[in-house]
């Protein structure tokens, strides 16, 4: 360990276990320092980052780790930006919290925080999705709000996520200040644990039915699931909070075949059946396939802990259960949408779409198709909240998604709803069943009147110290040694978000009208997109890729579909991540 840094983290660790501590945890502290000197400085060497959208960390002890104390300084920062903001007035603000190990316990801590600071707290009963805060925030007129998540990290991370009063995840200015009212905050001295439990309503019921009646108005065909209500769907939330609120919006929407694997109905932070509750890696889908296998189901739908993001399986033309990625899901969803929209008549021109810089261009072309306009912005979903607060009351807002299982329609939820998203896939199937397709044909009849999009996404994992050391040499040799050639196509334009700039091989330059972001872009002269980027709130940089052909006979698509994947091979050998 390098010198200086041992002696931080001794330093640091001496606090801990000198200072105001639980017994408890001065006796881990202890057991750091005489058992494990790595563990001890990656739980010292720096203080757990309060980022642009909060923080997100492994449970444990230390400065560098998520746990009452680290919450309760976010907490007081927090406390200390809002009535700063909202002088002399009556403020609230809603938690809530996922199925996670010592949810509860954050979500709690930071309520008697808020109340000691005068600041009235709308807390959920018990675990709740993601949107349903978001939705509580503007119901009950809240100036902030949190959720306690990781949202589908593996099991030992937690996290603490902070929404502003537009119900949307904060952005600037307010996540630079409230950054640097968290940094103000050097000691827990500072913040004030005793809260004042009569400032502390516990919600509920009431706020599930009334959010459930929004997301059933969104229904555009409620005859067709009348007609296909008997398709069979196979849902699981892989233990989290979509447990409750998925089956009941798809029952109460008019489907009569709704199974669920027990065993993953049961809420366990520990996440027992799978290595990791993420929609997005085939395993986490495993359970509800076979299950799906057994039912002879058409429809495979599975949400991560906090609810927010969706994955699915479907059948192929083989009746084999495959499962889409991201873009599919979101290709499908938009296009029944903005198809539905258009053959009810109400789409008047002022309609919109918003997509991240990464997610598949073809939701710009099925965009065009309907006259609809669409927006581009960062990765994020908080951007594709803020579009919508910008437009309020100007244009409408139809739907909005990235490529990372997230998605949203309706205007009365500003963040990824994957409650939402389960109901409306669900809707969008039975519409395909009632003109005599699956949704994989469905995909399939998309490529061939747009093009054959392909998306892949490779995300290397780089922990600790070194591991964001890693990260950003990697990101500082793309930048200052672009790629010419990609797949032997030439590298015609690139787009670096940090410095704000569209640069052409010509030697034009273009500004980009985004907020700064670590990203990098490469689009090649065949049409191919790639994109480089840390993830915000794991410890990976993500390469994103995106390659298109034209496909004119459905016949063709195993021979296109290779194409594209060699395409997407040969460029992952030119950028020697393969």
Same mark, same amino acid.
Request: proline share 6%.
């Given at each position: 360990m390098n010198a200086n840094i041992k002696d931080t983290v001794i330093q640091k660790a001496n606090i801990w276990l000198n200072g105001n501590f639980d017994p408890e945890t001065k006796i881990q502290v202890q057991k750091l320092i005489d058992e494990n000197e790595e563990e001890l400085t990656e739980s010292f060497y720096k203080d757990l980052e309060f980022g642009t959208g909060g923080l997100r960390g492994i449970m444990g002890v230390g400065t560098n780790?998520?746990?009452i104390y680290t919450v309760g300084m976010a907490t007081q920062g927090l406390c200390n930006y809002i009535l700063n903001q909202f002088p002399n007035k009556a403020v609230s603000i809603a938690i809530a919290h996922d199925c996670r190990n010592n949810s509860r316990l954050f979500a709690? @801590?930071?309520?008697?925080?808020f109340t000691a600071n005068n600041i009235k707290v709308y807390l959920f009963e018990d675990l709740r999705p993601t949107p349903e805060l978001s939705f509580a925030?503007?119901?009950?007129?809240?100036?902030?709000g949190i959720v306690i998540t990781a949202s589908h990290n593996p099991k030992e991370y937690n996290g603490y996520k902070v929404y502003w009063e537009d119900g949307g995840q904060i952005i600037a200015p307010h996540d630079k200040n409230i950054i640097a009212e968290v940094q103000k905050i050097k000691s827990i001295a500072e913040v004030k644990y005793e809260g004042d439990e009569k400032q502390i309503q516990i919600i509920g019921d009431k706020i599930d039915k009334i959010y459930l009646e929004k997301i059933s108005a969104l229904s555009l065909n409620p005859k067709i699931i009348n007609n296909q209500k008997n398709i069979k769907i196979v849902y699981t939330p892989i233990h989290g909070t979509g447990v409750k609120l998925v089956p009941a919006i798809l029952h109460k929407i008019g489907f009569k075949n709704v199974f669920t694997v027990p065993e993953q109905m049961i809420v366990n932070g520990n996440f027992? @059946?799978?290595?990791?509750? *993420?929609?997005?890696?085939?395993?986490?889908?495993?359970?509800?396939?076979?299950?799906?296998?057994?039912e002879n189901a058409d429809l495979v739908m599975a949400t991560d802990p906090d609810a927010d993001r &969706?994955?699915?399986? &479907?059948? *192929?033309d083989k009746n084999k259960l495959i499962l889409l990625n991201g873009n599919q899901t979101g290709t499908l969803l938009f296009y029944y949408l903005l198809n539905s929209w258009n053959e009810k008549g109400k789409l008047k021109g002022n309609e919109y779409i918003v997509k @991240?810089?990464? @997610?598949?261009?073809?939701l710009i072309d099925i965009a065009n198709k309907f006259g609809v306009k669409h927006y581009d912005v960062l990765t994020g979903f908080k951007y594709i909240a803020d579009i919508m607060k910008q437009?309020?009351?100007k244009t409408t807002f139809i739907a909005g998604g990235e490529e990372s299982y997230g998605y949203l329609a309706g205007n009365f939820v500003r963040d990824k709803d994957a409650v939402m998203a389960c109901a409306l896939i669900a809707e969008t199937a039975a519409w395909a069943k009632e003109n005599g397709k699956t949704l994989y044909e469905l995909l399939i009849d998309i490529y061939l009147e747009f093009g054959f999009y392909k998306e892949s996404l490779i995300s290397i994992v780089k922990k600790g110290k070194s591991g964001s050391e890693e990260i950003k040499k990697i990101m500082d040799k793309f930048r200052k040694n672009p790629p010419q050639t990609l797949n032997n196509s030439e590298v015609v334009l690139i787009k670096?978000?940090?410095?704000?700039l569209a640069k052409s091989n010509s030697g034009q330059e273009n500004k980009i009208d985004l907020p700064k972001s670590n990203v990098l872009q490469f689009i090649t002269a065949d049409g191919s997109k790639i994109s480089i980027r840390p993830s915000g709130t794991e410890p990976k940089i993500k390469f994103y890729f995106g390659v298109k052909e034209d496909l004119n006979d459905k016949e063709d698509f195993e021979l296109i579909n290779s194409k594209l994947e060699n395409k997407i091979k040969n460029i992952q050998k030119d950028l020697e991540i393969a």
């Open positions: 780790r998520m746990n709690e @801590t930071a309520a008697k925080i925030i503007r119901h009950f007129g809240c100036k902030s027992p @059946t799978v290595h990791s509750p *993420n929609p997005e890696e085939p395993a986490a889908l495993k359970m509800a396939i076979e299950k799906a296998k057994k &969706v994955g699915i399986a &479907v059948r *192929n @991240t810089i990464v @997610t598949t261009e073809l437009q309020e009351d670096d978000y940090q410095l704000s």
